[in-house]
Every structure is written in structure tokens, then in C-alpha cells.
DNA sequence: GCCGCAATTCGATATACACCTAATTTGATA
DNA sequence: TATCAAATTAGGTGTATATCGAATTGCGGC
């Protein structure tokens, strides 16, 4: 099932392909493209009943690849061959693809990983995956101002604001080289200083 | 669901619309277009779990359209868009629709409804379609010689072989003027004298 | 050797949908 | 007008499959 509703512009790529996605349409695709053809006669070659092709047609049809001429009460159906690769090639294009990854971008996955572990302003739950808790540990980081300098107490209550267990927080950030212990004082290193996410 | 095994050729294509008939594998095709993931960072950007995100890319590496590079325990996947481009090409291309019908040719119709209604030699049962019932009273005609005459009781006889209401057959085939009868004696007309099996 | 983590595989569940029969609509015809 | 035939719509059933949690595999570090 899918959470989030499809985007607009793809949606046309889905449906086509879920329309493609099956026999039985995709023969009546073939058949149609040859010749014209009513309902009985489709049911007939393929083996169905007629409400069954009158689904098929249906979707089809939504989609623009088929077209139908009512002659009394029978309907002829035919394809419309050039929609049909209109649409392949226009679904196809690499700028069409690059629109599907949009929704969901490299860049978005932090922030999605934060709205799966952060409730408001506090942390839920440290993750155990390396690459989620690195990406949480960023986001701590954040709260630290690079120019200044705090011993542990301050810390501790920074990182209280987000997690009771602020001591594993704060060994973590070490353990990155987000933070770094001075002498007794902390401060936050620039990112060139950080151990890689997947180290 | 299908009765028939589906066509080598047009397998292909099939199996290519089923493997982008799902939102969440068209959002991994985006994805991958643009850079390389691994398989939690997908599961991540999608809000899904590992092991479906592995299950989708699975379906997706059978098609050839994405390579997997292992490095270490994480696997990195990215798009083949070579491959997504040959498989939209030459899938969609007018020769390939055309082998679809192949199948099951307007010729074939005839053919098709006979499987569906005759056992053996047998009739199963007399279609209420008008045009199915036309296909089978064709295939009765058949049996008759255009050369000769018959009496009643030979019309009869011979019907019988193929359904037990021989006296509704007779009349259908009186009715779409395959049989005449003339001074008691039947006798099998041209096709050309037939009535039109829409009419 | 053992442990930890990424990925996959397994088993179960829940939804989507292809297909059917029955009922309804609609157009033509008597 | 009643009636028949073609198509569609409505409702129900069974299968395919998207998804998940749990168990398993396989690699790298201790």
C-alpha cells in the first residue's frame, strides 16, 4: 500500500504501466491494433465474459489508448496507436524519471529519518542502525555553536532537551568527532572533522 | 487470472509493465537514476522496511534493470538506463504489439467460440449470443451436403449427433437460411443465401 | 573463535484486482 | 408499447502480491 499519494505528474507513468500490467489487456491492445472489435467478439478471442472485457476496456479507455464507436448498441472499440506511444515515449523520457525521484530525494532521507525517530523536539528513540543514528547525531550537532566552548554540565543539559540519556548522546558525538573534549571543555568540531557515516 | 501460458515473446513486456505497475518500485527506478543507495537509505526515503525495499529490488534485478555492487555487507544498487530505454524501445514498437494478437486472431474467433461450447463432438450447450450462436449453427451446417437433400428424420439423425435438441437446431437453422426446406425435403443453402450473423 | 550489522529469506497478513454471475441500462425492432 | 440483444454496472469470490516481523545468512572487526 502506499502512504503518501502519488505525485501528479507521475501518476499518468503509474497508471499506464498498471494498465500495461496485464494478459489480458495487453492482448486486447494487440487485437485491437489490428482491427476493430466489439465486446462479444473480444470476450470470444480471449476466452471472457463480457463484463470482464467491459473492465478492461474501461481502464484502457481512461487512459486514452482506446477509442469507441457506438453503432446502436454494439460498441467498436479500436487503439489509438498513436497515443499509445506518445504516451511510451513521453513516460520514458530520463526528465520524467528524474521527476519520480524528486518526491523522495538523497538529500530527504535524513530528514526523513529524523521524523521517524524525532517526536516535536525530543528524541524518541536512539536508533541502532550507524547511518540513522549518524544522521541524528548531525541533527544534535546542531544545537552546539562552533565558536563556543562548554564543560559537561552544559552539555548535559543541551542534550537533555532532546534525550534523558544524555551521557550516551554526548559519548556518541565524541565517538563521531562531532563534539571533541579539550581539557575539560567541549566544542564542536567543523564537519571536515567528522567521521563518515559509514566508518 | 490467466488461462493460457503467456507467449514467450510477449513476456517480456509483461513482466516489464508488472515490474512498474507499483509505486514504490517506480519511486526506486527515480531513485536510482540519479545516484547510487543502498538498501536502508532506500527503505528510509521510501518509509519502508528493509525487507521490502529487497524485495522490490529483487524484482526489478531479474528485469536486468538495476546492477547491484557488494561492498562489504552494504550492497549499492543503481539503474541500468541503457537497459530501461532498450526494454521501453523495443517492447513498445509496432511489430512487438503486433505479435500480441497473434494469440488470438479475429480469424481465431470462430475457432474459439466452438472450444468453448463444443465437448468432443458434442455440443455442451446452444449460446443465448446471437453472434456466438451463428459460429455454432455454422459448424452444424457443415455436416450437410450441399449436393443432396435430406428428409426430416436424416436432418434429425444428424443433429442428434451433435445435441440432443435436434428440432431447436433445425429451426435456428432455418432461421439464418443455412437450411431450406421445400416440398418436405431439406436441403444445406449457399453461404451466400445465409442471413448475416448481426442481423 | 564470537559479536554486530546489512541484507536477504521465510511465513503470515491484508489489500488490490481479475473474474464471474446477476441485475440494470440502452438502443433497435416488432 | 413490449421485447430482445449488447453493453455496462453492481456485488461477490478467489488469487496475486505488497508489506511486515522474525529468522537466517554473510561479512568484518574484536
Not at 155 to 176: F, P, Q, S, T
Amino acid at each position: 500500500m502506499n502512504r503518501t499519494t502519488a505525485s501528479n505528474g507521475n501518476d499518468t507513468l503509474l497508471r499506464f504501466c498498471k494498465a500495461l500490467a496485464d494478459e489480458s489487456r495487453l492482448k486486447l491492445v494487440g487485437l485491437l491494433a489490428k482491427n476493430e472489435h466489439n465486446v462479444q467478439e473480444l470476450a470470444a478471442m480471449l476466452g471472457l465474459k463480457e463484463p470482464t472485457v467491459s473492465h478492461h476496456l474501461l481502464v484502457l479507455k481512461q487512459l486514452a489508448l482506446v477509442r469507441m464507436r457506438a453503432d446502436g448498441n454494439t460498441h467498436w472499440y479500436r487503439l489509438d496507436q498513436d497515443a499509445l506511444h506518445r504516451i511510451a515515449r513521453t513516460v520514458f523520457n530520463p526528465e520524467n524519471l528524474a521527476r519520480l525521484a524528486a518526491s523522495a530525494e538523497a538529500e530527504g532521507w535524513e530528514r526523513k529519518v529524523l521524523s521517524n525517530f524525532v517526536e516535536g523536539e525530543r528524541l524518541i528513540e536512539i536508533p541502532v542502525s550507524r547511518r540513522k543514528r549518524w544522521a541524528i547525531l548531525k541533527w544534535l550537532a546542531a544545537d552546539f555553536d562552533p565558536a563556543a566552548t562548554y564543560d559537561e554540565a552544559q552539555v548535559n543539559a543541551i542534550l537533555k532537551r532532546r534525550h534523558h540519556d544524555c551521557a550516551m548522546l554526548r559519548r556518541e558525538l565524541i565517538g563521531y568527532r562531532m563534539l571533541a573534549r579539550e581539557k575539560g571543555m567541549y566544542r564542536r568540531l567543523p564537519e571536515s572533522e567528522w567521521r563518515a557515516a559509514d566508518t
